[in-house]
């Protein structure tokens, strides 16, 4: 099939991958830019029935959203596809002050005309379940209520301390919001329950989800498929596996997934600004692998530059990173100054190294490194662990171009996905 499926915008980079590998891994020809791009980067890749812009609203202000969400969203609606796509974390840290997914919802409605917003936040390939509307998440081994987990609900800027989505979100917005539970998508007729809900008039409908039955029926349910009205909903790569299933069914995509050839490499530089214990574990674990460790003091850069190269010229990977987990992070950070400065230092590690392959570790960090690499777009190369799919990086700068990048959350990635990353390794 040719034209246009779908359009995103991701609201911080990490995630943003994460729809990226969603769709391509299953035979969606895709791309993701860093910023809504002109009509030549379009032309670029005018096959692809996918589009995605990567953002940073996950770390703004509802003000910061009404002055830019829109003009973004009237770039994308110009693309012509029948479905669009608001993606934010399946673990939904938000908050009135940050990451408003209320204030977004409330924009994308606005923008788009829908009557009423589906929304997503389920994506059972990364262990995130809603019952009943509330909101649950591997961790440790085991699945935890949002409000429970033992990282999000210690979150250092937007702690989860409410599992029920509609109360989390009625914090942010005074519109009404729906609910087709897990009994209603399992049982006979979830299109008629559907019904009886949107009959009652709610702004949004927020979707329970499980398992592969549920997906395939959210799927189903939310298509809309008109690009003459299209469709606007709020979710996690979540909704991406669900429309999957469901083009998947109807004929619109290739039946069998693609996940991509994942070689090794010589050497391999990661850059980490998490405090997850998660990202703790895989560093140590590097550094025990062999990896150069170096702590990040970016009041010194060129130290750090220095560093890293002289361990790149001696064959090593080199992990560089500002914390060690939790009780390590400091309390306060500019998050925007420190991605930033690890991107700057990422970037003169590559050209200076010729190392071609990369990782970056934190969602913020991700978001605002990037765009200092000279990174335009992304596409998929394979995928490693599930939400942190290596792409390639598509640049101006011939020595950027091509360039393979993986941008982790920090909840992401077993212990040893470092040295996975550099040997090749599933």
């Keep these: 099939m040719t034209g246009r499926l779908y359009c995103y915008y991701g609201d911080d980079f990490t995630g943003s991958t994460d729809v990226l590998e969603s769709l391509a891994a299953n035979g969606v020809s895709s791309v993701l830019f860093v910023d809504p791009p002109d009509p030549p980067l379009l032309e670029r890749f005018r096959e692809c029935q996918a589009v995605g812009v990567a953002g940073e609203s996950r770390s ?85 209520r949002i409000d429970r987990h033992p990282t999000m609900s210690r979150h250092p800027v937007t702690p989860m301390d409410e599992s029920d989505l509609r109360l989390h979100l009625a ?58 009205a299209p469709r606007f909903a709020v979710g996690s790569s979540g909704l991406t596996q669900a429309l999957i299933r469901h083009w998947r069914a109807a004929g619109l995509v290739p039946p069998d997934p693609t996940p991509g050839d994942l070689r090794p490499v010589d050497r391999l530089v990661v850059v ?3 405090c997850s214990p998660v990202t703790e574990g895989q560093i140590r674990c590097a550094v025990r692998e062999g990896f150069c460790g170096i702590r990040v003091n970016l009041s010194a850069p060129e130290e750090m530059l220095s560093d890293g190269l002289a361990a790149l010229a001696q064959g090593k990977s080199v992990v560089l990173y500002t914390a060690l987990g939790p009780a390590d992070c400091a309390e306060r950070v500019d998050t925007t100054a420190l991605g930033s400065g690890l991107g700057r230092l990422l970037r003169e590690l590559l050209l200076a190294s010729g190392a071609r392959r990369a990782i970056v570790a934190g969602g913020d960090t991700s978001t605002h490194s990037l765009r200092q690499v000279g990174i335009r777009a992304l596409t998929f190369v394979a995928e490693t662990a599930p939400g942190a799919p290596l792409c390639r990086g598509h640049a101006d700068d011939a020595a950027m171009d091509g360039v393979e990048l993986i941008l982790k959350g920090g909840q992401m990635g077993p212990e040893n996905f470092f040295d996975m990353v550099r040997i090749g390794e599933r």
């Design 60 to 144: 703004r202000s509802p003000e910061w959203m009404s002055g830019h969400l829109p003009g973004i969203f009237r770039a994308l609606k110009t693309l012509g596809a029948p479905f669009y796509h608001y993606k934010v974390c399946s673990t939904f840290d938000s908050s009135p002050r940050y990451g408003s997914i209320g204030r977004a919802l409330e924009l994308g409605q606005q923008a788009f005309g829908n009557p009423w917003v589906p929304i997503v936040a389920a994506a059972p390939h990364l262990g995130r379940y809603v019952l009943f509307g509330n909101l649950f998440a591997a961790g440790g081994g085991a699945v935890h």
């Design 272 to 274: 980490s600004g998490s």
């Design 171 to 228: 914090r942010q917005t005074g519109v009404a919001i729906g609910l087709l539970d897990i009994v209603a998508l399992s049982g006979p007729d979830p299109s008629a329950r559907l019904d009886a809900i949107l009959a009652q008039r709610p702004a949004a409908v927020l979707f329970d989800g499980l398992d592969e039955t549920s997906l395939r029926q959210t799927g189903r349910l939310v298509w809309n498929g008109d690009a003459a």
